[in-house]
């Protein structure tokens, strides 16, 4: 057990980065914490962690032990939620990855639902673009947009991922409304870049009039962030591509008007993965049968 308590306190301090913080969730002193994880150190012949007055950072030798100690904290948690009432019940921590723009727009608004529903749960939210490993451990379930690339998981397809090119009204007052792909050469166009891959995310538009032709789509501003492709949509600087799901309210309430819909093809589709045996955890089924309908 001794081993077990040493490995969470090192887990806490290297998803804080901080000794202090640490030691306040672990309700102990920051002292204690230290000390722990120097005693680890020791033990085990390495460097974990590279301290400086400002801040807490893994060594190369701290980062493998972390993915370790995650996995092995989360199966004796599992292990333990099989053998006792939570085989019936959720409860438990229940660490979610999501993309920024899927996790504020489509599960944040519907969060006190779950709670409500599921109050011993305690969900950690973690709204991030980066591919982080399920199979490490370090989360129960991801929320992927595109196809599933990790055949060691599980996985639930959602829903498929449909698109809208949109502006606002006043735009299209202006500039005119596009009647063909062609036609979006002689208007303003923002675009979203993968900041992981650098690469611009291509539009998904059918041939141009039926014609195997590539659509020039000009490239007036990009963004890294989808958030600001929405925003300079809706503030009348041109057309944008979003997903449909995305742009839903700002479509309803008139901010946006989309076009060219039946010029567009559905790309992809929305994925919820977890680790293999997981989904025994009644607090991982209530999340996974929780998320399912909001996109539909």
């Given at each position: 057990m001794e081993t077990l308590t040493t490995m969470a306190t090192f887990v806490r301090v290297a998803e804080t980065r901080n000794f202090t913080r640490a030691a306040r969730q672990l309700r102990t002193t920051a002292s204690a914490v230290s000390k722990s994880v120097a005693r680890l150190e020791q033990r085990l012949g390495v460097k974990l962690l590279d301290r400086t007055t400002r801040r807490v950072s893994l060594t190369?030798?701290?980062?493998?032990?972390?993915?370790?100690?995650?996995?092995?904290?989360?199966?004796?948690?599992?292990?333990?939620?099989?053998?006792?009432?939570?085989?019936?019940?959720?409860?438990?921590?229940?660490?979610?990855?999501?993309?920024?723009?899927?996790?504020?727009?489509?599960?944040?608004?519907?969060?006190?639902?779950?709670?409500?529903?599921?109050?011993?749960?305690?969900?950690?939210?973690?709204?991030?673009?980066?591919?982080?490993?399920?199979?490490?451990?370090?989360?129960?379930?991801?929320?992927?947009?595109?196809?599933?690339?990790?055949?060691?998981?599980?996985?639930?397809?959602?829903a498929p991922i449909r698109y809208v090119l949109c502006a606002s009204p006043e735009y299209l007052r202006k500039r005119g409304v596009p009647r063909t792909p062609s036609q979006l050469a002689e208007h303003d166009c923002i675009h979203f870049r993968f900041p992981s891959t650098g690469r611009l995310e291509p539009w998904a538009l059918s041939s141009v009039e039926g014609e195997d032709a590539p659509v020039h789509v000009p490239r007036t501003l990009v963004f890294n962030h989808p958030e600001a492709v929405q925003l300079v949509a809706m503030d009348g600087m041109g057309i944008a591509q979003v997903p449909e799901l995305v742009a839903a309210p700002a479509l309803a309430s008139g901010q946006l008007v989309a076009v060219l819909r039946e010029h567009l093809v559905e790309r992809g589709a929305y994925w919820l993965l977890w680790p293999p045996g997981r989904e025994r955890l009644p607090k991982l089924r209530a999340f996974i049968d929780f998320v399912g309908p909001l996109f539909r």
């Open positions: 190369q030798e701290g980062t493998l032990y972390y993915q370790r100690c995650v996995r092995i904290l989360g199966e004796v948690s599992d292990a333990e939620a099989e053998v006792s009432q939570s085989l019936t019940k959720p409860r438990g921590r229940l660490r979610v990855t999501v993309p920024p723009i899927i996790g504020l727009r489509v599960l944040v608004p519907q969060l006190r639902r779950f709670r409500d529903r599921y109050p011993e749960v305690q969900l950690e939210l973690e709204l991030e673009d980066s591919i982080v490993d399920l199979a490490a451990g370090s989360y129960d379930v991801a929320l992927r947009m595109g196809e599933p690339a990790d055949s060691r998981l599980k996985a639930r397809r959602l």
